[in-house]
C-alpha cells in the first residue's frame, strides 16, 4: 500500500513552467513504477510520465516529449514532475500512481494500483 498526494498545480500563462510534486507514505522500491497522468475535460485520462524504480529508466507520452521531466528524491519519498513550455492542451488535473512489483513500466492507466486525488494545471492562452 502507498498513499500519494499531489501538490503543485496551479494557473500560468502559454510557455510558463512548473514543478509538480507527489509525496508518498513509504520510499519508492526498486520494483515500482511511478507515474504521472492526466485527465482533461471530456477525454480519458492519459499517461503522461514514468520512471521505473530499478534503473529510473524514463517514458514520456508523445505530446510531452521535450517538454516535461520526471524526477524522484527517494530522501523525500518524493516525486516530481516538471513542466516546461506549457501549452493551454497540457490543462488538465494531474495525478500521480504508482504500480508496485512492477517488472518494468509503462503508461497504460489499468496497471497502476495507487493514486492520488489530482492537482489542477490550467494554462492560458
Known amino acids: 500500500q502507498v498513499g500519494l498526494v499531489e501538490s503543485g498545480g496551479d494557473s500560468v500563462q502559454n510557455g510558463g513552467s512548473l514543478r509538480l510534486s507527489c509525496t508518498a507514505s513509504?520510499?519508492?522500491?526498486?520494483?515500482?513504477?511511478i507515474a504521472w497522468f492526466r485527465q482533461a475535460p471530456g477525454k480519458e485520462r492519459e499517461g503522461v510520465a514514468a520512471?521505473?524504480?530499478?534503473?529510473?529508466?524514463?517514458y514520456y507520452g508523445d505530446s510531452v516529449k521535450g517538454r516535461f521531466t520526471i524526477s524522484r528524491d527517494n530522501a523525500k519519498h518524493t516525486a516530481y514532475l516538471q513542466m516546461n513550455s506549457l501549452q493551454p492542451q497540457d490543462t488538465a488535473i494531474y495525478y500521480c500512481?504508482?504500480?508496485?512489483?512492477?517488472?518494468?513500466?509503462?503508461?497504460?492507466?489499468?496497471?497502476?494500483?495507487?493514486w492520488g486525488q489530482g492537482t489542477q494545471v490550467t494554462v492560458a492562452s
Open positions: 500512481a504508482v504500480r508496485s512489483a512492477a517488472p518494468y513500466c509503462n503508461l497504460n492507466r489499468a496497471e497502476y494500483h495507487f
Open positions: 513509504r520510499y519508492f522500491y526498486s520494483t515500482d513504477c
Open positions: 520512471l521505473y524504480g530499478g534503473d529510473s529508466s524514463t
